[in-house]
């Protein structure tokens, strides 16, 4: 497709004409790197801005687009993956999706140790590019932690390397660790490689129903301070809860928590946890064992909106806060109050042991005024605290009239020079970025 502003996207349709690629609709298709190269190649000529895509799942995520740009389509790279088993390292095309993914590595044992929602939908490229991870990152680590190797396409057309079996680098810079999260702003990924775990034999998931906030920061820090090692320790407040455990009575704000191991590992575990319970005076609603646990880890992750499921109609409105780990429990239980105060139905959730967390809520009875001062006062409640607070999911209007990011880090200026040197053009994803890299 093509963003901008009416009167200037006829000349954009005019110049993608003229470049020699086949196209959907407006949306130029990248089959192979090669055509990567020709497009940035293109760009660079003409001074045209290019919007990286995979299959469009985030296309609201971060600030929009500040000039007209090009959207190039990734998701038919999907010719020349590399899977070396014995290793426990695969190559693989920036447009397979994740779920396409993990379905392949299952037949030889093993897995991607990354889960962010949606997998059905999110491509290999977009979950580097967008550092995407979910509940298990509490044991599998970040996206950087996992990526060995990447190849790519800078401003220009030029194909560079880096990590693992790397050809030709770019001198001084650590591709590896700078695209991870750099929302397509430094470079096009092209095929990445990573590390791989062996599948574990045996998985589970507990739902615990705590009975108020008062009690769940004592809780959390008996799971954490335990001879435990979970797979994902995650902070529901009521809605969450309820929808994970499909009832309809009133529940307090609850724990779901994940082991994955060897079954003996995972059932002296889950024993333990029996204890932890019994003796906080809790109690087990849900217990989920195999795919039962993979299912639940999903459709927690499916609470937030993407792209693609989008329904107008309701403005939905997903915020991704980044706290110290201590203080989730204090985050969210603020977050869970503020919503309660305004009668706004909510979904919140979050890692205790990352730090991570999200709450999903409808706009659509809401005017455009007060979905904006509740993100102001969510993202208070996050920077007030040290973290951030980034709007991952939002309508039109709301993201033209705040910035998805919030402050500033630390480091921007570097990022800043960073951008500057990589594409001092701003071609990529003008402006979707922190700061409005």
Not at 61 to 72: F, H
Not at 377 to 395: K, L, W
Request: overall charge neutral.
């Amino acid at each position: 497709m093509l963003s901008g502003v009416d009167g200037t996207v006829p000349s954009l349709k005019k110049a993608l004409n003229a470049l020699d690629l086949p196209k959907e609709g407006d949306k130029v298709l990248a089959r192979e790197e090669q055509d990567v190269s020709k497009v940035m190649d293109w760009a660079s000529r003409t001074g045209t801005a290019v919007v990286p895509e995979g299959k469009g799942a985030y296309a609201a995520y971060g600030n929009p687009v500040r000039r007209p740009a090009a959207t190039l389509s990734l998701e038919p790279m999907q010719e020349g993956i590399d899977h070396s088993a014995g290793d426990l390292v695969v190559t693989v095309p920036a447009g397979w999706t994740l779920a396409e993914l993990q379905v392949r590595l299952r037949q030889a044992g093993q897995m991607l140790p990354l889960d962010p929602p949606h997998p059905s939908v999110t491509t290999v490229g977009g979950a580097v590019a967008l550092g995407l991870t979910g509940p298990k990152r509490l044991k599998y680590g970040a996206v950087r932690d996992t990526v060995i190797g990447l190849r790519g396409v800078l401003p220009g057309g030029e194909v560079i390397r880096s990590g693992g079996q790397v050809v030709k680098n770019v001198a001084g810079y650590d591709l590896n660790k700078l695209w991870v999260g750099s929302m397509g702003t430094l470079g096009v990924m092209t095929r990445c490689t990573f590390k791989l775990r062996p599948l574990p034999s045996t998985e589970t998931a507990l739902l615990v129903e705590v009975p108020d906030w008062s009690v769940m920061s004592g809780f959390c820090r008996q799971l954490l301070d335990a001879p435990l090692e979970p797979a994902a320790l995650e902070v529901l407040n009521c809605s969450s809860f309820n929808r994970l455990s499909g009832g309809d009575r009133p529940a307090g704000p609850g724990v779901m928590i994940g082991f994955e191991d060897e079954e003996q590992a995972v059932r002296v575990q889950e024993d333990r946890v029996t204890e932890l319970v019994e003796a906080a005076g809790v109690a087990v609603r849900e217990r989920w064992r195999g795919n039962g646990a993979s299912k639940a880890w999903e459709e927690l992750g499916g609470l937030s909106p993407h792209a693609l499921d989008e329904k107008p109609e309701e403005k939905r409105m997903a915020i991704r806060f980044m706290v110290r780990p201590g203080q989730t429990v204090d985050l969210l239980r603020e977050v869970d109050r503020l919503c309660r105060e305004k009668e706004v139905p909510v979904m919140i959730y979050g890692g205790a042991g990352t730090g991570i967390g999200r709450a999903i809520f409808e706009g659509k009875a809401m005017s455009l005024e007060s979905v904006l001062r509740l993100t102001r006062e969510m993202r208070d409640c996050a920077e007030s605290r040290s973290g951030y607070a980034v709007i991952e999911h939002a309508s039109g209007p709301v993201r033209e009239a705040v910035s998805a990011w919030g402050r500033l880090p630390a480091g921007f200026v570097l990022m800043q020079g960073i951008k500057s040197k990589l594409d001092p053009e701003c071609l990529l994803n003008p402006g979707r970025f922190v700061g409005g890299i």
